[in-house]
């Protein structure tokens, strides 16, 4: 299966976003909300946990190669300022956002979904 991209652009169409810096046209090869497992040209992605604010970790993800990041934070204007060949989008929930991402990536593909449900003792 061909891996289809999206671009900054259609992100930010997708998910209502607001390009703070970068350019529209880049695509995104893939996700990531973990900065441990950044590859290049990765999107990452800043989601707030219970005990983790993923939102602190932009810089880190910019370092380790990541094209750009998705957040609904305020990002600090120094990391602005050190990144300007980074895309940064700025959304009202990440959740959310991933959540309208993954169904726009979902209906690229004409195949069948399979779910499989079940419960554990």
Known sequence: MDNKKITVNK??????????IGDKELEVNSY?????DIHVRDMYLGIKGERVNGNDYIEDAFKKGAIGCITD?????KVI???KDKVIIK????IKAIQELAKYKRSMYDIPVIAVTGSVR
């Open 81 to 83: 300022e050190k990144f």
């Open 11 to 20: 992100i930010l169409e997708v998910c209502n976003g607001k390009l703070i």
């Open 91 to 94: 959304v009202e929930d990440t």
């Open 32 to 36: 990531s909300k973990d900065t441990r």
């Open 73 to 77: 934070d305020e990002v600090d204007k």
